[in-house]
Structure formats: C-alpha cells, structure tokens
C-alpha cells in the first residue's frame, strides 16, 4: 500500500506519537501540535557499503555515510549520479545488492517500506490520479493518509488546514485532480502529504524543483521550520546550489554512484577535495556569497 506515506505501524497510529491532540490546559493551541520526539525515538540513519546496480550501471559504488538523528543532510550530485536510488534504497523501494541501511541502529534491510517509518517525497509526486487534491467527503490525495490511519474527522480538518496554510496550498486547488494542476501545484500537494504524519525520517527528492522563486524561498524555509519543529532526521536530494548551501547541516556530493566529499556546505564549499567537487560547486555564481 501507498508507500508514499509509509512509516507507521498496523495500529494505523504513529509509534512515535508525532501528533497530538490539542491539551486543554486553557492555553492557546496551534491546530497541529508537533512534538517532540523523546530521546528513546533517536533516528540515526546510516548506509553501508550500500551498492546498486542496474544491468552494466553502478548507480551506487560502495556507499558508505551515516546521518546523525535530527540532522538535515542534503545531497548533491548532477543527473545520473544515484541521488534518486539512493533515496529509494534507504526507502526501501530499491534493495541493495551489497550492504545495508541501518535506521536507530536496526538493519532495516529486509522491512517493508510502510515499516521503516521513513516518508519519501517523490521527485515524480506519486500523487493519485484519479483522486482530487482534498475533498472532506471522500477520499482524496491529502485525506488519504489520515483516513486510512482512521484519524477522527475533527483531527483531520485541523491536520489538513494546518499543513495547507503552512506549504501554501490554495482551496481553490481542492477540487482538482493531479492532471489539473502545473507541476509545482502537484509538487506542493506531495510535499503537503508527506507531511501530514512526520516520520521518523524524511527523505525528500529535489521537493522544490518545479516551484517559482517566491514560493520556493516560502516553502524551503517553511520546511526547514518543521525540521525545528518536529526534529525528522531528513536526507535532502536537490541539484539547486544556494538551497542545499543554505539549508544542509552537512552536504554530501555525489557522482558516479559515489561519495566525492561530506561536510558542512561552508566546508565543503572553501575546501574541495577534488575537481569534481571544485567543478561542480563553483559551477554555480552565486548572485550574493552564501555566507
Ligand atoms: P539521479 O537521481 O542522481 O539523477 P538516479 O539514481 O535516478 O540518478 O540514476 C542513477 C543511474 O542509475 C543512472 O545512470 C540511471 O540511468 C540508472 N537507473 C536508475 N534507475 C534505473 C532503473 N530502474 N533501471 C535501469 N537504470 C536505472
Ligand atoms: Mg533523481
């Protein structure tokens, strides 16, 4: 079933807790209560020796990283280089022919994808087509997975305003199904369900690309806000220079299915350990120096 929002468990609730009812402690609530996550859910991802082929094509050579809990980890590597496969073997929609991918210090290798609890946001949307953007009566792409974890209706309404206003999904986009919306309309609808229930860890491919500048720059920091919020450990995949430069705790440049230099973008950025990565990065002119 839609692994799109995998990460829960059968009890069609979060082990996590990430959501919760308002309290009625006479303070005023936010309709959505991100908490916190307890220190007994660290999720610490690592990928080992991870390699993946395709026929004659290495997409990823002996990849080796780890990202610390609560991170946000951003990925850079031109077309082709196994960004996508990547996110897809830590999802669990690709296996690996050689390695593993630990989560919380657990081989996640032979669990499912819903059971892994990561959420990926797919650089193709994976949005229903057939499904409108939001519907209250009926199923629907930003419903779907609320109503599947059976989240009481009043829940839902407040999951769904909050999270429409947050990523700026208009109401007048409700009625439509995916074949009627531009690309970055689609592309702020998947962002907008994948964070519905955060998961353990985010994993997000190129989730911005199709956006214009203004909402770009809205929905990247309205994203790095949530991060503060809710503490997702998150693997960003964007091919976009300032954002990852702006956004990473720590970038790593992939190429040819391999890790060419981690660091922090600052780092990395000064301190190229290779022409790639000296190519690459200053391939870029930055209007203003990112720092
Ligand atoms: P990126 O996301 O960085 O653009 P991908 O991970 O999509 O790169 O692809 C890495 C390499 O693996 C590319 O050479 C691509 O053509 C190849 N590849 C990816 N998926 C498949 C597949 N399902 N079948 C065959 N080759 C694939
Ligand atoms: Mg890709």
Redesign the pocket.
């Known amino acids: 079933m839609g692994t799109a929002f995998g990460g829960d468990d059968a009890s069609g609730r979060d082990p996590n807790l990430w959501f919760q009812r308002p309290c009625g402690d006479g303070q005023p609530q936010r309709a959505v209560a991100f908490v916190r996550r307890s220190p007994s859910t660290m999720a610490k991802l690592e990928v080992r020796k991870v390699t993946k082929r ?2 004659a ?1 290495l ?1 990823l050579d002996d990849i080796s990283f780890s990202v610390d809990d609560r991170e946000f980890f951003v990925v850079v ?10 996110l ?1 073997v830590i999802a669990g929609l ?1 296996r690996p022919d050689a390695g593993e991918v630990r989560i919380g210090d657990v081989n996640v290798n032979e669990l499912p994808p819903a059971q892994r609890g990561v959420r990926m946001v797919f ?1 193709g949307y994976a949005l229903f087509p057939h499904l409108r953007v939001y519907d209250e009566r009926r199923w629907a792409n930003l419903n779907f997975p609320l109503k599947i974890r059976k989240f009481l209706k009043e829940e839902m309404l407040k999951v769904i305003a909050t999270v429409t206003r947050r990523v700026g999904i208009e109401s007048d986009l409700f009625p439509r199904k995916p074949d009627q919306l531009s690309a970055g309309q689609k592309q702020k609808v998947a962002v907008g369900r994948a964070l519905l229930i955060p998961p353990k860890i985010f994993v997000l ?1 190129e989730p911005l690309s199709n956006l214009d500048p203004l909402s770009r720059a809205h929905v990247r920091d309205e994203l790095k806000r949530i991060h503060r919020e809710i503490g997702a450990t998150t693997l960003y ?1 964007t091919h976009n220079l300032p954002e990852a430069m702006a956004m990473g705790d720590r970038l790593a440049v ?1 190429n040819r ?1 391999t890790i060419q230099q981690i660091g922090p973008p600052r780092e990395v950025y000064k301190n190229p350990h290779n022409d790639f990565v000296r190519l690459f990065l200053h391939s870029y002119e930055f209007p203003v120096r990112p720092w």
């Open positions: 395709f026929g094509v997409a590597g031109p077309n082709g280089s196994g960004k996508t496969t990547l897809r690709a650089q491919d995949v992939l299915g």
